[in-house]
């Protein structure tokens, strides 16, 4: 059905007729009047009795204007919305987040993005591995993915956003004996507390630093109490120099030498993105200008 034509009945209806409703339309009375015939027909009913003067709805015209009103109010609302999304006013943005980034730099991000653009809800999915990333952008679970990973292949586009330092945090006691920068030899007689290998959140660091992790004192799920435990002596891990320095209290944080760092990159589908994605990505622009700059 032609909403136009709607529009036009509808029209008739609140000017009480073809040539006030013409006028109001900016169109001419006979071509008003060939569009409400031509609706008539796809509907196979007449609307509007023309035996008197004027025009007066039959039966079926009565039964059909509260339709008639409703579809266009969906229209509009319809409109509405697709507007409010396309200019930010709201929207919805699913987004998968390795975990070891889910503390720097996603909060920036998502405080960034909200600050410009209040009104889009962020759905972050934990995908429980960099491989697993990948797979929930490509089969469209996330629209964008952020990680610390390679991403192999064509099908998926990245973005390079910095590198991001990953130190040695230590309690003080360990510390006391060790040089700085720490080299990573020295690192395999340290006792270390380390998120655990099933998360599949290690993988990027475990790669970095090779031979360097030796003495696993504790694994643990949780990134909260692997900070606990740091701070209280259990012993020593490896975080974002911007996370220890911080978020954790009563450490002493080093770099190591060589220094082991990370890239940090989002990834996502070729092709138009959604405004709200397309708003992420401005804002990780942002935040790696003022990284760099800094």
């Known amino acids: 059905m032609d909403l136009r034509l709607v529009a036009y009945f509808v029209a008739v209806i609140d000017h009480g007729g073809i040539t006030k409703a013409a006028k109001a339309l900016y169109i001419a009375q006979p071509s008003l009047s060939q569009a409400i015939r031509s609706l008539e027909r796809q509907l196979g009913t007449e609307l509007f009795d023309r035996s008197g003067r004027g025009l007066t709805l039959t039966a079926d015209g ?69 491989s697993n990333v990948v797979t929930q952008v490509r089969q469209g679970q996330a629209e964008l993915g952020l990680t610390d990973f ?28 060790l040089p700085d920068p720490v080299p990573l030899e020295a690192v395999a007689e340290l006792p270390l507390v ?11 660091i475990d790669e970095a630093l090779g031979d360097a992790i030796d003495y696993v004192a504790v694994e643990c799920a949780h990134r909260q109490a692997i900070w606990e435990l740091v701070m209280h002596g259990a012993g020593a891990t490896f975080l974002p120099r911007r996370i220890a320095e911080t978020e954790l209290r009563n450490v002493v944080v080093r770099s190591t030498s060589p220094q082991v760092s990370r890239t940090v990159r989002l990834v996502f589908r070729p092709g138009p993105l959604s405004p709200a994605a397309t708003a992420f990505l401005d804002v990780a622009a942002t935040a790696a200008t003022v990284r760099r700059d800094a």
């Open 150 to 177: 390679p991403v192999k292949g064509d099908m998926l586009q990245t973005r390079d956003l910095w590198e991001q330092e990953i130190a040695l945090v230590l309690p003080p006691d360990l510390a006391a004996a």
């Open 194 to 204: 380390l998120e655990s290998s099933a998360t599949g959140g290690r993988t990027a």
């Open 62 to 130: 009565r039964s059909f204007a509260g339709p008639a009103r409703q579809i266009l109010a969906d229209v509009e609302n319809a409109k509405s919305k697709v507007h409010a999304v396309r200019d930010l006013i709201t929207g919805r943005l699913e987004l998968a987040v390795l975990s070891t980034l889910s503390a720097d730099p996603l909060p920036e991000l998502t405080s960034m993005l909200h600050e410009r653009h209040p009104g889009i809800l962020m759905a972050v999915l934990d995908p429980g591995s960099s």
